[in-house]
């Protein structure tokens, strides 16, 4: 490794995966995959890089370390893959070529860009709703990614997907995939039954009951946590790194979303911020328990933060006369329209369980929206305990699936940063912050001209100065141990 700084890039979003997908063919050469995956690389590069990708809804995480000095660089990511695999479904093989080549233009053109040596990528809801069906599909693409020239000089790589679908009380569908570049040396990963790092070599995949891999603690949550749900596949997996001898946890989250845009509006804060706040609180006290050696810890993923609904619909609509429809047999409110006091009473917003249309979508673009951040208050009860980096680019979901509309938002939800990369007080001072005219630190969203699925990636790249964080506790009998 060199001797300087470290960059780190996050991505979240929707779109990642669906780029991948995209890039599957027909003809899958299995014997030269295997043969790729045994080849050594010679990288003359004298740093490493951290790359971490997470995605919501079918979310994947990469976290890679790079840098130009002797200062790790990491990359996060976060995006949704279910958008990839539902589509996969529908023949999405036969969208125009061009769509194909955008999604692989965009999420290799940053691996390019920022050229990490370690990579990170979480995903949630893996496999998409069908996810039953869609499972021959995820052994395709993780052998695309696994074997993909873009990302030859990875080699070594550990993939955890959680395909247990069947198992009621375990299955969360999240995929953890982790890449180390061939450069990079000395990389450790924690035993969390053994309570000892051990040496990172080879590529391995992990599947199926994740519950007995020591390698990672996984957990769904409690079912009377989102009782409006029959069977909720939330929950999280975690991870616990040693790069440049420091120490840090990767945590791959997804949380609920709002069932319903009319109950999000009734109070502020809402039923469902609460219910995500117990879950994540729950998470956070979970990584810090006496267990193990408290360490920093990077969280992201699929948060599903949501605007305060009541404080933004009061905001948007402040001259508007509200109309409430009811089911003519259960009395019950399916439907509230907004209009316009004057100008012919024009309607400004329909709000319906699943429907939020509002007449001006501009509002959530001018300025990357960032005049509704003063709304975005979910993180907030976590302020002494999660960190996050200024907010720039536009709410990352819900947008349009259309492969023609990639700058537009469905009108199903109120557009919110649902995908986010959040860290610990003292992983926040993992993050260098150089002195040098060179901006540093990154926090994006990637494709914002290009359809990448109903949630955009997003991702954050720093730098880690070398002996910064927790130094890693190993031990000389256990780095004599055999590797994983």
């Not at 519950?211 to 991870?239: A, H, N, V």
Request: net charge neutral; proline share 4%; with cysteine.
């Amino acid at each position: 490794m060199c001797a300087t700084d470290a960059r780190v890039v996050s991505i979240s979003g929707g779109g990642l995966v669906s780029l991948l997908a995209a890039s599957m063919g027909e003809g899958f050469d299995e014997a030269q995959f295997m043969h790729r995956l045994g080849l050594v690389f010679i990288n003359k590069r004298r740093c490493f890089s951290v790359f971490l990708i997470l995605t919501s809804r079918c979310p994947c995480i990469i976290l890679t370390c790079w840098g130009r000095t002797a200062f790790p660089h990491t990359l996060l990511w976060t995006t949704s893959s279910r958008f990839m695999f539902d589509h996969f479904l529908q023949k999405c093989l036969a969208w125009p070529e061009n769509l194909q080549k955008n999604w692989l233009r965009e999420f290799y053109q940053v691996v390019h860009t920022h050229k990490p040596h370690f990579m990170a990528l979480h995903c949630q809801e893996f496999g998409g709703k069908n996810y039953e069906a869609s499972m021959s599909h995820v052994d395709k693409f993780v052998k695309e990614l696994l074997s993909s020239d873009a990302m030859k000089e990875y080699n070594r790589a550990r993939v955890y997907l959680d395909e247990n679908y069947k198992s009621q009380e375990h299955f969360t569908a999240l995929g953890s995939f982790y890449f180390l570049h061939e450069s990079l040396k000395n990389i450790y990963q924690f035993d969390f039954k053994a309570k000892k790092y051990r040496k990172v070599a080879g590529k391995e995949i992990y599947s199926d009951t994740l519950e007995s891999t020591p390698m990672l603690e996984k957990e769904k949550f409690p079912q009377d946590y989102f009782p409006e749900c029959k069977w909720s596949r939330k929950g999280f997996i975690r991870t616990r790194w040693c790069i440049a001898d420091c120490a840090f946890d990767l945590v791959n989250i997804h949380l609920f979303h709002d069932a319903s845009n009319l109950v999000a509006w009734e109070t502020s804060p809402s039923v469902y911020s609460g219910i995500r706040h117990k879950a994540l609180g729950y998470v956070l006290d979970r990584i810090i328990d006496q267990r193990f050696e408290k360490v920093s810890y990077f969280v992201f993923g699929d948060f599903n933060f949501r605007l305060d609904s009541k404080s933004v619909v009061e905001t948007l609509c402040t001259k508007a006369t509200m109309q409430t429809v009811r089911a003519a047999d259960t009395n019950e409110v399916v439907k509230l329209i907004f209009r316009e006091s004057d100008n012919d009473r024009k309607v400004m917003l329909q709000l319906e369980k699943k429907l939020f249309d509002y007449f001006n979508q501009e509002v959530f673009r001018d300025n990357n929206g960032t005049a509704l951040l003063e709304f975005d208050k979910e993180l907030s009860v976590f302020k002494d305990r999660l960190y996050e980096l200024d907010i720039s680019f536009p709410p990352s979901y819900p947008y349009s699936e259309d492969a023609r509309q990639g700058e537009q938002y469905m009108n199903t939800r109120c557009p919110a940063w649902c995908d986010r990369i959040l860290m610990s007080p003292s992983a926040k001072e993992l993050v260098l912050r150089s002195e040098s005219e060179e901006k540093v630190v990154t926090y994006d969203h990637i494709g914002p001209n290009v359809c990448m699925g109903d949630h955009k990636p997003v991702f954050l790249a720093f730098r880690i100065m070398p002996g910064a964080g927790k130094r890693c506790q190993r031990h000389e009998r256990t780095l004599r141990e055999p590797s994983l």
